[in-house]
């Protein structure tokens, strides 16, 4: 199983950007899902996560500008980010929790500056 994340670039602030993050392959039983991200000289952080049983978590940060969804069958998760801001710039990574391994995306790079 790989996953292949996408949708990151430059955007404004106040802009929105959509990341997406595709599963190849099956994955049987899904602890929980997310997204994590990396700003420039700060320690990576959790962005957003989805639980098996549909609940959601977001950071402070992105509370009511961010948000996780997926399209089951097109498996594939992603990151709506709103009203972007530019502290939101860094990598960001999508991830799934198995119930015997975790799986990570490689990263896709997202930069709000007017």
């Known amino acids: 199983v790989q996953l292949q994340a996408s949708g990151g670039g430059l955007a404004q602030p106040g802009g929105s950007l959509r990341l997406s993050c595709a599963a190849s392959?099956?994955?049987?039983?899904?602890?929980?899902a997310g997204w994590q991200r990396q700003a420039p000289g700060k320690q990576r952080e959790l962005a957003a996560v989805?639980?098996?049983?549909?609940?959601?978590n977001y950071a402070d940060s992105v509370k009511g500008r961010f948000t996780i969804s997926r399209d089951n069958a097109k498996n594939t998760m992603y990151l709506q980010m709103d009203n972007l801001k530019p502290e939101d710039t860094g990598v960001y990574y999508c991830?799934?929790?198995?119930?015997?391994?975790?799986?990570w995306g490689q990263g896709t790079q997202v930069t709000v500056s007017s």
């Open positions: 991830f799934i929790v198995g119930r015997t391994r975790d799986y």
């Open positions: 392959g099956i994955i049987f039983s899904i602890n929980r």
């Open positions: 989805r639980t098996s049983d549909g609940s959601t």
